[in-house]
Structures are given as structure tokens and as C-alpha cells.
């Protein structure tokens, strides 16, 4: 998940430091050396295409019998294969992922490896894993089947009734062996020794928890005499001609046969190995994903596929699908369940993947490696262009400059290849996968291009894909990794740094580009997404990209208090590890949106609303690349305040007119405006009103609804401010305190100590928030490298004290006074700092707080600027909050380079929802444009109004925010903790990519701003 230089030393062979010649004495050492073997699996069957077929197949997931040894050398031999002497054996569900169920820990890296580097040489200490099973054989799996697994990390050797049938190599590969002669009509025994860590850990460092077990399907299949060992679909579509091009490929043991492939739907039989040009065929996309139920039959055995005519194809460097240029609007997914770990059940993948589309999501990366078989079908089905990446990654050897690297080590080419063989063959019929990936941060070198070659002679239909080759030698795409987005322009433009090799450069310029992973969404963020989105839209040759990431890979535990939570890397006692690194995603580990998905679902949505300001009407723009609108349905709703003088938040909003606006069906990348009825604008009356305008579903789909929204637009009329104090009142003194209309002010620190009936307990500026995951990162193009919070912590601005310089009380014009508070706030060992004065002015009911910052002193800190997180005020009151309602921007938080889903209106949450919930906690919960908001608290109602200003609620301090390392241990202490803020700095995404625009920055400046505050009974 991070960048690496795009040329690489090339690998050195291994070695073997053998111990001097003499009797060997140790145990296990044949089977320790057969751990360190670099070759592929042992005793398989030819990697073939996953089908769906008629002939007998058995599950044998289920209730196994399982135990854990230290070590190889600590594993019991000989003997329990026959599973006749289980002794020390427990029950354990297969699938699985053993440290989920009670045997070890999880363990997470992102980059290191959690062993000694010495390939391929793996530690003593690796957990080994007995699974044993019976069952059941009927003559139907006679004279002929096999036994298929379709995922076990990291390594295994079988056993069927105490006969070896060989191991498995590639831990998300399908492997499957040949078991006529061995298995038995009636009971079997099934064994199956799996190592956490082999050699092929090495090609397997994928930023994930280590997370040993059988984890995918283990199924028993007859296999006919007459049947059919694999197929191959080309379904192909001339977008010139509208003509489907259909021919399948059937084989046995490594030869054509005959077989009779069949389409209902078309009237289409045809031989296998033959070509049939199909005319006026619908195509397949992701916005149209049209599929059409086959056969293929021979002699013994039937299977079924859904095909999809669709074709891919580079041309003048845009990345086009049936000969239209798409963009990917996609994720990054990796596998993970946060009680199951790397098991995710069917229905789970189901509702993620309906959940990214209703997310207007159309493209997956499957980070890093080929996901559960069943996947692909439904990425077909619902509609998803898949970049199908390899079972590789070596990033752990970057650290000591690549060498060693597997990649570029002849030794280790038979396993690489072996790879991308097993990928490419298992998937290869399913109309989602575009490209084909290599793999992930495993350097550059010869095995790379030797897979790319093996996979282009395969299947040259597909573009190959690879990051880590930055000279785009083997691959058909340019791929980077959180390129910023001056870079991003400049490779859009076509005129990005030029490579040494004018033959390479002028290659690669030919290409389209992709970012493979971008806006890194961890914690608060990400931010700037809108300006890669508008470069995307802007330049043909940039082809979109893959937030990173989908999915945050928590695992729930229970804390001391009975809390559930989820924990990250470090708290299940690793050696080494990469904290919350780990809990990265636009979803928690159980599926729900983070703010992130919600901004992005409009950051990317394929239709483009704008309304006009005098809400005559709107303008669509159909961004979608195959799709009219003729599904869709355009709907507007008028609302407006409740109608109190004040206008506040309590109010609420009222809804003055909705209906359906009629368009002819648009057609894709066009644009019409739309009227709405005249009547609109003189509804509100002089009230703030806001008019939004939603595409939404007409009719349900197989991901969605009826009236589920793809895109919206707003526009907001008559936009008021509340006034301030009508009739001011003087100040009133006594020898400990001022009291100022419903405000008592402490006289010797100037502070104010109660409003209204409430207490308050703390008030101050404050520039600084508890440092988010970004702010926690170097970023990476910054002239100061430091991460943020360590700059603020250095410059003391979460250490800020106040200073009183003077009160003073002046006239007002009629006849009250204001009272005016002068401070200069700082902190300890600094000579910078600002000057606040604090004016205040109030009536019988409210006050009105005018607020004046200016920096005072050089702001630099270590040579450099000094940036401030916020403007704004911190206001402790004694009393807990219950229910926030505001007018502004929600419902979920929104920072300057953030909250591109949230929209105008009226709305109220309970305290608890006002927060997010980050694994770790962090910055976050501000809701921006606000103009009125009321905080309903035990003790009565505060209630603000002013300019638009950021609102954040919570029930314990900033102290306790930035101390916090999980969600439990935030404990609410009895206050309300209330930020209004004039100004926030973004959010970025530094935490792994680019800081914060330098738009969204805020260096030290004068503020000037005001809120008017009213506490009610």
C-alpha cells in the first residue's frame, strides 16, 4: 500500500547456511525442508476454469477435527492421517480461519514480514494445523473424482485414507487432486496438515492478518469418463457491427473434445471449437449487465455458464469497453469478516456487493489476489468491471533494497508462473475480469514478464495490469499508486516526466493510466476526491481509479467492560505489527457506510444535477457510458423552515410541495434541462427553503429498490442569518463576577461560568484537534516531513493557555453595554501565539459573542509554518446533552475537502450519532454550514445561530479524544463539549498519499466571527 521506487535491484539466489557435515540429529527436519520448498504444489491436477456442472459433487465443509502444534518439528508423524488416534484433537468448523476460533492469535503486518528474511527459510515457530474428517463416498463418485480446495493458508499436504496425494502452494489458489484408485465407496478419511508459514509466505505479504487455515470450500466432484475437465468462453462483441462473436473451447485431460454448446435464449447450437457470429446481440457492461444462459454438453457431463458479449480494447491511450471509453469508479477489496477473519459467507458477499452498487461503485480490484470463486459469478450478475489480481506480493523485501526479490530470482519462476496460471485459468470465463493483475508490490524482474507473457499468449483478450513496473515494460495500462492529483494532470495531459528510454517512454504515453489505489480512506477522510473525480471527467487518458480501500479489516473482541469492539494490529500481542493500519475502509468491518462512502457515492454518481438559482428549472447530465434513463425516475421535494420568527433549528423543516418530473429517456453523455413548476418559488414565502431535486430507481433491480437514489442536486433561497440581542443590557458587576444578560462571567479570568441555568466549566479558542489517521501521516510530497500532529505537539498548540491582558465594558448605543474580554493565548516555550478579544452583548434571553483572532509572533516551528487545524471555540457546559438538531449541511460530518454527500436541510441525531465511531478514535463528528443549531441537554436547551460555522457535540474533552486508542475507551464524563468553529483545515489523505490541497490549508490568519447563544428552559 505504498509506493516504491520503479527500479529495482535485481534478486540474489538464496542461500542455505547447511550446518557442517555429520550425523544429523534433529526432528523433523525432512519435513521442515519440505516447508522451505520454492516449487509449486505436489501431485495436482491442471489448473482448469471453475464450472458449474451437472455431474455429483459432495461438500465437505463442516464440523472437522483439528489440532495445533507450535511447530513442524513439535507436529506429531505418522499415525493420525488414518484418523484412528486423535488424541488432543478438538472440533473446528471448515471452513475456517483457526486464530478466529480460540488456537493462536491474529497477527497483522502491512509491509514487514512477522519472520526472518532468509528465503526461503521460514521460522521454528510455525503453527501446524491437523484437520481431520470423515465422510461418506457413494458409488456416484465412481470410478473417477477429485478433491478440490479452493483456498488454505499457507501451505498443506492431503491425506486420503492414509495415501499422500500431494500439497497445495498459493494460498487464495484453487488446488485439486486426482483421488481415483485412493478413495473408497462408503467412509473415508480425509487429512490435512496445513503450515501458517512456507516458503510461499514470501510471495504472500499482502497487508492483511496473517490468518492461518482451511478457509475456502473443500468439495468432492466425480468426475465422468465422458465428462469435461475445462472450458473456455471468448464472447465477444463488435460494437461496429452490434454482432456477438461467440466460440468455446472444451477440453479433456489437455485435449479438444467434442461437445454441443447451446443458447436457448439466442436459438444457438453450435460445436465446440467453432466460431458463430450472432447478430443484434445485447452486450455486457457494468451499467448494462446483460448475461446469457449456455450449456456445453458432451457425452457424460453438462455444465452451464452465463455468458456475456463484451470486448475490451486500448485505443489512442483510452481504456474502452465495447468501444466506448469508461471510466472505473471503483475499490480496493480484500476478503474479511471481523469474527470469521478471512471466511466471508455467501450471503455477506452478496450484500457488500449490492451495497457498492448502490454506491454507484462499477469497478473491484481484488486486493491482492483472486477472490472466492462465487464472487465472480455475482460481479457478472449485478454488474462490476473486476481487475483480477494475482496471489502475489513480496513488499516485505523492499525494506533491504529488493534483494532476494522473488520476482527477479530465476529459482522461484516455476511458482510464480504457476500463479498466474491458476488464476488466470480459474476465472477466465467470466465477463466481469477486464485485466488481468500480476500481482502487488512485489518489485520488478524477469518472473513478472514471464507471467505477463504467459498470460498474454492465454488470453489476449484482456490488457494486463501490474503497479510496480513504473516503466510499464509487460503491461498494457500505466498504474500508479496515490500519484497526487498535480501528477494525475500532468499524465492526463500527456506530458508527466519522460522515462530515459525514449522506445519505453513513447510505449507508456500510448497507454491509458489508471490509479490502482488512491484517496487512501482511513479514519477521518478521505479528502480531495472532488478534484481527482473532475481530472478523470477532464482528460480521456485517465481511466479512473481504486479508492483504498473497501472494507476495514477490524476483528471484534470484548473489552473488560463487556463492550464489543474491533481490534487492529498490536492487540493480540504480534512481535511486530502496524497498529490500526490494519482498519482502513469506506465500510467498518460490518458493512456500514463510513462518511467516506457516503461523499463518494456523490463524488462519483453518474448523473449530474444542477438546479437553477431561480428554480425554474434543472439541468441533467447522463454521465453514464451505455445507459439511458428511460429507468429512472426525476423527483423534486420543496421544504422549508418551520416558520418561527428565529428560524431555528428546533423548527425543523417543513415539506411545501414534491413531485415527478417527466424526461424523455436521455441518452448516455447527454444533457437537457428540465422545467419544474413555476409555483416553486414564491411557496416558501421569505422562509429559508431548499429544493432538491433525486434520481432514483424507477423499479427494483437485483441491487436495489424502487426509489432507491442515484444522484441528486439542491438549491437553497432566502438563506437567513438570525439577529443578534434586540435591547442590549448593561453589565452587571459584583466583586467575584460580571453578569451580562443571562451570562456570569468570572472577574478575574474573564471566562464565562454559567449561561442561563447552565454551567459552564471551560471556554476557550481553540487551534488544534486529537490528531486524525492522516494528520498521524508524513505527507508525502510536503517540504516538511514530520507528520502533522507531530508539528502541532511541537509547536504546543495542544497546550495552549490564556493570559488576561483586560475587561472592559463600553456603551452601546442604546444605552446598554458590551463587554469586551482582551487576551493573548499561547503556549509554554513559544513566543508566538494570538490575540483574541472576546465582545460581548447580550439582552434578557440571548448574547451575542463576537470573537477576533490575530497571530501575534512568527509562526514557524522547526523552520516551518505552522499550521492550525482549527478557528474556533470550545465551550464545556456542566450539563449532558441529549439530541442535536441543526440547520446546515448533513446529516453525516463535513470538512473543507470532505462531505461531498451531504446536502442542506434540517436535521437532529442523538449525541451518540453525532460522532463517528473510528476504530481508532480520532477528529471527526463536525457538521459544516450551519446557521442555527440547538443542543438538547439535561439542564435546558443551548441553542446557536450566526454565519455559517462547523458544529461539533461531544460527551467527553479533546484530552480524552486524542488519549483514546479503541472506542472503549471513550467515557463519557457527565459534560457537553461544544466546538463552533470559523474555520477548519481538510482533512487530506496522508495517512498513506497526498496531503491536503493547498486550498483546504489553514495557516495562521484573522478571524472575525460571531454567534449568538440562548440557552431556553
Given amino acids: 500500500m505504498s509506493v516504491q521506487s520503479p527500479v529495482m535491484p535485481a534478486g540474489i539466489p538464496a542461500s542455505s547456511a547447511a550446518p557442517s557435515k555429520g550425523r544429523a540429529l534433529e526432528v523433523g527436519a525432512d519435513h521442515a525442508a519440505a516447508l522451505a520448498s520454492l516449487e509449486p504444489a505436489r501431485g495436482t491436477l491442471p489448473a482448469r476454469a471453475y464450472l458449474r456442472s451437472d455431474a455429483p459433487r459432495r461438500s465437505l465443509n463442516g464440523e472437522w477435527q483439528f489440532r495445533l502444534s507450535p511447530g513442524i518439528r513439535q507436529a506429531p508423524g505418522d499415525g493420525w492421517q488414518s484418523g484412528k488416534d486423535l488424541e488432543g484433537f478438538t472440533s473446528l468448523p471448515v471452513p475456517s480461519s483457526w486464530p478466529m476460533h480460540g488456537h493462536g492469535a491474529p497477527a497483522y503486518t502491512n509491509v514487514q514480514f512477522p519472520f526472518a528474511v532468509e528465503p526461503p ?29 479452493d483456498g488454505v493458508e499457507s501451505a498443506a499436504t492431503v491425506w486420503l485414507n492414509d495415501t499422500e496425494l500431494g500439497t497445495t502452494r498459493g494460498s487464495r489458489l484453487a488446488h485439486e487432486f486426482d483421488v481415483t484408485g485412493v478413495l473408497k465407496e462408503g467412509a473415508n478419511v480425509l487429512a490435512v496438515r496445513v503450515a501458517q508459514f512456507s516458503a510461499a509466505s514470501y510471495v504472500e505479504d499482502q497487508d492483511m492478518w496473517w490468518l492461518p487455515g482451511i478457509f475456502r470450500d473443500v468439495t468432492l466432484q466425480a468426475r465422468p469418463e465422458q465428462g469435461i475437465d475445462d472450458v473456455f468462453v471468448h464472447a465477444d462483441y463488435d460494437h461496429v457491427s452490434g454482432e456477438g462473436v461467440l466460440r468455446v473451447e472444451v477440453s479433456r485431460a489437455g485435449e479438444a473434445i467434442d461437445a454441443v454448446v447451446r443458447v436457448p435464449e439466442l436459438n444457438l447450437e453450435l460445436t465446440a471449437g467453432s466460431e458463430h457470429r450472432i447478430p443484434a446481440i445485447s452486450p455486457w457492461s457494468a451499467e448494462l449487465p446483460r448475461l446469457y444462459a449456455a450449456t456445453v454438453t458432451a457425452p457424460g457431463e453438462t455444465v452451464t455458464l452465463q455468458l456475456g458479449f463484451r470486448t475490451i480494447s486500448i485505443e489512442d491511450a483510452q481504456f474502452k469497453v465495447n468501444g466506448q471509453r469508461v471510466l472505473l469508479r471503483g475499490v480496493n477489496r480484500h476478503e474479511h469478516h471481523p469474527k470469521l477473519g478471512r471466511v466471508v459467507p455467501r450471503d455477506v458477499v452478496e450484500t457488500e456487493l449490492r451495497l457498492m452498487k448502490q454506491h454507484n461503485i462499477n469497478a473491484i480490484r481484488t486486493s491482492h489476489y483472486p477472490p472466492h470463486p462465487e464472487f465472480l459469478a455475482l460481479a457478472d450478475q449485478l454488474g462490476f468491471y473486476v481487475v483480477l489480481e494475482c496471489d502475489l506480493e513480496t513488499h516485505g523485501f523492499e525494506s533491504a533494497g529488493w534483494a532476494q ?78 500519484a497526487s492529483q498535480a501528477e494525475t494532470e500532468l499524465i492526463g495531459k500527456g506530458i508527466e516526466e519522460p522515462l530515459d528510454d525514449p522506445e519505453l517512454d513513447a510505449r507508456r504515453r500510448a497507454m491509458p493510466f489508471v490509479l490502482c489505489e488512491y484517496v487512501h480512506a482511513m479514519g477521518n477522510g478521505p479528502g480531495g476526491m472532488t ?176 426509489g432507491h437514489e442515484l444522484a441528486w442536486g439542491q438549491s437553497v ?49 481553540v487551534l488544534w484537534w486529537a490528531p486524525t489517521d492522516n494528520d498521524l501521516g508524513s505527507e508525502w510530497a510536503g517540504p516538511d516531513r514530520r507528520p502533522l500532529a507531530t508539528q502541532w505537539s511541537q509547536a504546543g498548540l495542544n497546550r495552549l493557555h490564556s493570559r488576561l491582558l483586560g475587561i472592559t465594558a463600553e456603551p452601546a448605543s442604546d444605552g446598554g453595554e458590551v463587554l469586551t474580554v482582551h487576551t493573548r493565548v499561547a503556549p509554554a516555550d513559544k513566543q508566538f501565539g494570538v490575540l483574541v478579544d472576546y465582545t460581548w452583548s447580550a439582552d434578557a434571553d440571548s448574547v451575542n459573542l463576537r470573537t477576533q483572532v490575530r497571530p501575534d509572533g512568527d509562526w514557524t516551528n522547526a523552520g516551518f509554518p505552522v499550521e492550525w487545524a482549527r478557528t474556533g471555540l470550545e465551550l464545556v457546559l456542566g450539563s449532558q446533552a441529549r439530541t442535536v438538531s441543526w440547520f446546515g449541511q448533513g446529516p453525516h460530518q463535513s470538512y473543507p475537502d470532505t462531505g461531498q454527500g451531504t446536502r442542506a436541510g434540517w436535521f437532529t441525531l442523538p449525541l451518540e450519532g453525532f460522532d463517528v465511531d473510528y476504530v481508532r478514535p480520532q477528529e471527526s463528528g463536525a457538521r459544516s454550514g450551519v446557521t442555527s443549531a440547538s443542543v438538547t441537554l439535561a439542564a435546558g436547551t443551548l441553542e446557536i445561530s450566526g454565519a455559517p460555522f462547523a458544529l461539533t457535540v461531544r460527551p467527553y474533552s479533546l484530552d480524552a479524544l486524542d488519549a483514546a486508542t479503541h472506542r472503549t475507551d471513550l467515557v463519557p464524563d457527565g459534560r457537553t463539549y461544544v466546538y463552533v468553529d470559523h474555520a477548519l483545515r481538510g482533512v487530506g489523505t496522508a495517512a498513506c498519499g497526498p496531503g491536503v490541497l493547498e486550498a483546504h490549508r489553514l495557516l495562521p490568519r484573522e478571524a472575525d466571527f460571531s454567534v449568538v447563544l440562548r440557552v431556553r428552559p
Fill in 121 to 149: 527459510h521460514v521460522p521454528d515457530a510455525n503453527p501446524i494445523g491437523d484437520h481431520v474428517v470423515e465422510f461418506l463416498a457413494g458409488p456416484e463418485f465412481f470410478p473417477r473424482a477429485l478433491l478440490r480446495f
Fill in 405 to 482: 526479490n522473488p520476482s527477479d530470482d530465476p529459482a522461484w519462476e516455476p511458482a510464480l508462473l504457476d500463479r498466474i496460471r491458476r488464476t488466470v485459468e480459474r476465472d477466465k470465463n467470466h465477463a466481469a475480469v477486464i485485466m488481468w493483475s500480476l500481482g502487488n508490490e512485489a518489485g520488478t524482474g524477469r518472473n513478472l514478464a514471464a507471467m505477463s507473457g504467459w498470460a498474454k499468449d492465454r488470453d489476449p483478450s484482456r490488457p494486463i495490469h501490474y503497479e510496480g513496473d513504473w516503466t510499464s515494460a509487460y503491461v498494457d495500462v500505466y498504474s500508479r499508486m496515490y
Fill in 531 to 706: 478534484e481527482y473525480q473532475e481530472l478523470f471527467d477532464r482528460y480521456p487518458r485517465l481511466m479512473g481509479g481504486f479508492v483504498w480501500e473497501w472494507l476495514e479489516h477490524g476483528i471484534t473482541v470484548t473489552g473488560k467492560d463487556g463492550r464489543d469492539h474491533f481490534a487492529y494490529g498490536g492487540d493480540f500481542g504480534e512481535e511486530i505489527h502496524d497498529g490500526n493500519f490494519v482498519t482502513d475502509g469506506l465500510v467498518d468491518a460490518d458493512r456500514n457506510p463510513r462518511p467516506g462512502l457516503l461523499d463518494f457515492k456523490k463524488v462519483i454518481e453518474p448523473l449530474r444535477i444542477t438546479v437553477a438559482e431561480d428554480w425554474s428549472g434543472f439541468t441533467v447530465r447522463n454521465g453514464y457510458d451505455f445507459s439511458d434513463t428511460s429507468a429512472l425516475s426525476f423527483r423534486y421535494v420543496l421544504e422549508a423552515d418551520g416558520g418561527a420568527v428565529d428560524g431555528g433549528a428546533n423548527d425543523g423543516g417543513a415539506v411545501l410541495a414534491e413531485g415527478v418530473v417527466d424526461i424523455s429517456p436521455l441518452p448516455p453523455r447527454a444533457e437537457v434541462f428540465a422545467e419544474l413548476p413555476a409555483a416553486l418559488a414564491s411557496l416558501a414565502g421569505g422562509r429559508t427553503a431548499v429544493l432538491t431535486i433525486s434520481v432514483v430507481l424507477a423499479s427494483g433491480t437485483d441491487w436495489a429498490e424502487a
Fill in 717 to 765: 433561497q432566502n438563506f437567513a442569518v438570525s439577529g443578534g440581542p434586540a435591547a442590549l443590557e448593561p453589565v452587571g458587576v459584583s466583586p467575584a463576577t460580571l453578569r451580562l444578560g443571562p451570562v456570569v462571567f468570572d472577574r478575574i479570568s474573564g471566562l464565562p461560568i454559567s449561561l442561563g441555568n447552565v454551567p459552564v466549566e471551560d471556554f476557550r479558542l
